[in-house]
């Protein structure tokens, strides 16, 4: 999910690592620096601190953190 001057937009992610915007009918896009600017309607987005997920608390955290959580425990 990606908020946006007050607008979630939200996305399924691939396990490709590509990303489907849902508000684009489906279409695929293969970095989430370029869905998020698609999202926004701007030419640039850094995706990773942008796109977010909710954990099982529902606690948004964005993909950079689960990244980095992620090699710091050695899973990436």
Not at 22 to 32: D, E, H, M, Q
Not at 66 to 76: P, T
Request: charged letters at 20%.
């Amino acid at each position: 999910m990606l908020n946006y001057r007050s607008t979630d937009h939200w996305d399924t992610i691939h396990a490709n690592g590509g990303i489907v915007l849902a508000a684009t009918g489906g279409t695929p896009y293969g970095r989430v620096d370029e869905a998020g600017a698609v999202a926004r309607g701007t030419k640039t987005c850094q995706g990773m601190n942008e796109w977010h997920i909710e954990d099982e608390n529902g606690v948004r955290l964005s993909l950079r953190t689960v990244r980095d959580h992620a090699v710091a425990s050695g899973a990436l």
